[in-house]
């Protein structure tokens, strides 16, 4: 990972093909940043940056042949005004032997904080974690592509959004049914909860969401929004709120 610093490396082709760059790692904490998005993109980029920095502070502090997935991650929006591109700061809470708790908080080119985010990671030691990536590193895609692009309701996801573990990246998986509550809840979540059931491997196969809605106060909305595969099996369950002053 250090590599990825010191030469602009994408470590995965879904953080080439976005333009995520790693800008520093060390046991415990990492940072990244990501080319602006649009108001529609907003929250796609959100949820990718977040788990990129947020499971990086923990990977940095790994032995060999250890590794982390995400087994939940919640993205609180605090500005959705942004100026520029966005820099993720991801730090290690706390750590045991076999779980991690992470944060990351996300700012603009202005230094405002756009977004807070906190991670559940299991830390695994399997076939997976000892296997190194094979051949270089995946070049960068010029111009950078939308994270919203990459995951859509009722197709396969594209080849390009898999992680270091070759499988879709958790975020911007997440940011699907996370988007689509806007739906449901008269507007983008405030807060969302996105809760990891099994991994989603670039295959053909489609994923589709369903939404509803669990509560739709005035003020207060809450919904619930499920992604599921083609053999109908649950990936991912996003839970979000949204709430109006006025």
């Not at 920095?53 to 923990?58: D, E, H, K, P, T």
């Not at 087994?71 to 591109?85: I, S």
């Not at 032997?97 to 977004?115: E, F, P, Q, Y």
Request: aromatic share 2%; proline share 6%; charged share 25%.
């Amino acid at each position: 990972m250090r590599r990825c610093v010191d030469d602009d490396l994408a470590l995965a082709p879904v953080h080439a093909v976005v333009g995520a760059r790693l800008r520093s790692i060390e046991p415990g904490r990492a940072v990244a940043t990501l080319p602006g998005a649009d108001a529609r993109g907003l929250d796609a980029a959100l949820w990718l940056l977040a788990d990129f920095v947020s499971g990086l502070a923990v990977t940095g502090t790994l032995a060999p042949g250890e590794r982390i997935t995400t087994l939940r991650l919640t993205v609180h929006v605090v500005d959705r005004d942004v100026v520029g591109g966005l820099h993720g700061v991801g730090t290690l809470d706390e750590k045991a032997d076999d779980v991690a708790l992470s944060t990351a908080v996300i700012t603009d080119d202005a230094g405002r904080t756009v977004a807070r985010a906190t991670g559940r990671n299991a830390v695994l030691a399997d076939a997976v974690a000892t296997t190194t990536r094979p051949g270089d590193a995946p070049a960068w895609s010029e111009p950078p592509r939308r994270a919203a692009d990459l995951v859509v309701d009722g197709a396969s996801p594209d080849p390009l959004a898999v992680n270091y573990a070759g499988v879709v990246q958790g975020g911007v998986l997440a940011s699907l049914p996370a988007v689509m509550l806007a739906d449901v809840l008269g507007g983008p979540p405030d807060e969302a909860t996105a809760t990891f059931l099994r991994a989603v491997p670039v295959d053909g196969r489609t994923v589709h969401v369903t939404t509803e809605v669990e509560h739709g106060g005035r003020r207060l909305r809450s919904g619930r929004a499920v992604l599921r595969d083609d053999r109908d099996r649950t990936v991912l369950t996003v839970t979000g709120l949204r709430y109006s002053a006025g």
